[in-house]
């Protein structure tokens, strides 16, 4: 749990994308992936957008359209079902299966600033960006 706190001060805290803005909303808000699995992604603007909105999970990886449904709860729990994607194939196809993975396996969600963080069982998962 300690190396878990640790990770989450080193990317909310040092990470040269936040702006000390106040938290954006989950829902409404298009986001990118910009971190995964503890390595940063240099992912183009309009590859791994996604959008939650009423329960559905919407959006983008390298080429396919990746959908599902998630709940969450007032305590920050998150819970990814029925997620599908198309079956293109595309460079990075490879981030698009570990990314869904990192979905199956969530267990909550927090977001500080423009940055919502994807975790599971207090482990950093993914990072996405709030896209302006």
């Known amino acids: 749990m300690t190396l878990a706190i ?3 001060a080193l990317v909310t805290g040092c990470c040269a994308c ?3 803005k106040n938290n954006v909303a989950l829902t409404g808000t298009q ?5 995964m699995m503890g390595r940063d992604l240099n ?3 309009d590859k791994f957008v996604f959008t939650f909105d009423g329960g ?6 390298a080429c396919n359209r990746l959908m599902g449904k998630y709940t969450t709860s ?3 729990d998150m819970k990814f079902e029925g997620l599908a994607s198309t079956r293109m194939m595309c460079p990075d196809a490879e981030l698009e299966t570990e990314f869904s993975q990192i ?3 969530a267990t909550h969600y927090e977001i500080d600033g423009d940055m919502l963080m994807i975790l599971s069982n207090g482990e950093m998962q993914a990072v ?3 896209v302006e």
């Open 6 to 8: 640790a990770a989450f």
């Open 18 to 20: 936040r702006k000390g």
């Open 31 to 35: 986001w990118h992936l910009v971190r």
């Open 43 to 45: 992912l183009d603007t």
């Open 56 to 61: 559905e999970f919407a959006g983008v990886g």
């Open 74 to 76: 007032s305590t920050g």
């Open 103 to 105: 979905l199956d396996r």
């Open 128 to 130: 996405l960006q709030a």
